[in-house]
């Protein structure tokens, strides 16, 4: 899209330029050419962020899913304690290696 808009605005430059017409002529044509410029732009931004805007709530919609999937089988299945083991496998990594780590660098 901004290759377009590029080409556009060169080739407005250029054919006014080259272009065999009076001062005022010149500028009421660009006048409208920036005015389609500008509509086109405007066009393209509304596009994008609707766009934008039903990716989020896909993503949002996703993301009620898995966090209701999760609490859901949290409760059901009685993970409590596979979190706690998890959190213990963690800490006891990182002070084995903590500790194992700087005293051999020393």
Known sequence: MRGFLFGLGLGVGLGILFAPTSGEETRNN???RASDLANSAR??????RDRM???M??????AERAMNTV?????EGGM???STTG????GGTGMGSTGTTGPQNL
């Open 30 to 32: 660009l006048s409208e």
């Open 43 to 48: 066009d393209a931004f509304e596009q994008n």
């Open 53 to 55: 805007q039903r990716g």
């Open 57 to 62: 709530e896909t993503v949002r919609g996703t």
């Open 71 to 75: 609490r859901s089988t949290g409760t």
């Open 80 to 82: 409590g304690g596979g």
């Open 87 to 90: 959190t213990g496998g963690m």
